[in-house]
């Protein structure tokens, strides 16, 4: 009978034991799932905000990018008018004033051919004529080879067709000068027109000189004096 008691006490104490092992490895899984949905969120979280960042920052990025500013003339040329109104004032005139009314002379290829108000102008641009760059039909715009008319605020584009590699070096920043950024994230880029440095009748840049300067500082005696 003692033993018969004694191995039913053993069996409680064993089933007790393996309840208790149970329910505590329970608890823990439960805690591990928790946690680590946390960290899932963290994670989501943070990869959001760095998203969110450099989208800002490429907004801001382009936002700072500034314009490159090619300078173009104002309209067609007009012919400043010499003797002024009753007033006193001065005039000017567009050149269609004349050339709408009278029939184009394709063959004006020297200043030699030139008349009125063209007389004594200097014009070297090689063999070409007139009408080679200026609208026969339309005296305020010029034109393209193809026949195209072209405004004269556009007038790089005439340019262009006969000197690509100018053009080429110039989109490059190559030539023509410019003034402002070469950084457009820093600032803006002021480029020259064509016409700016070249006479479009004469368009060879005047060769630069080489001579001593009126007055220099640096070999400028300290004490007169002396010399």
């Not at 109104?85 to 000017?92: I, L, N, T, V």
């Not at 609208?135 to 195209?148: E, F, K, Q, V």
Request: with cysteine.
């Amino acid at each position: 009978m003692p033993r018969i008691a004694n191995l039913f006490f053993t069996c409680v104490v064993c089933v007790t034991a393996a309840m208790i092992l149970i329910a505590a490895g329970q608890t823990a899984l439960r805690d591990s799932t928790h946690t680590g949905s946390d960290e899932s969120h963290t994670v989501r979280d943070a990869s959001v905000h760095v998203a969110q960042s450099e989208s800002s920052a490429s907004e801001n990025s382009a936002a700072k990018t500034f314009p490159i500013i090619v300078r173009k003339p104002i309209g067609p040329p007009r012919i400043e008018l010499a003797g002024t109104d009753p007033q006193g004032r001065s005039a000017s005139v567009a050149c269609s004033t004349c050339h709408s009314v009278r029939k184009p002379n394709l063959e004006n290829v020297s200043a030699a051919t030139l008349d009125e108000f063209h007389q004594g102008m200097t014009f070297e641009h090689g063999k070409i004529a007139c009408y080679a760059c200026h609208n026969p039909s339309d005296a305020d715009t010029l034109h393209l080879a193809d026949g195209a008319s072209v405004a004269y605020e556009d007038v790089m584009t005439l340019c262009s067709q006969c000197h690509s590699k100018q053009a080429e070096s110039f989109a490059h920043g190559a030539h023509g000068g410019m003034n402002g950024h070469w950084d457009l994230n820093v600032g803006p880029q002021m480029k020259n027109n064509c016409i700016d440095c070249h006479d479009p009748h004469a368009p060879a840049y005047p060769k630069m000189i080489v001579g001593f300067k009126p007055k220099d500082r640096f070999n400028e005696p300290t004490d007169p004096a002396e010399h």
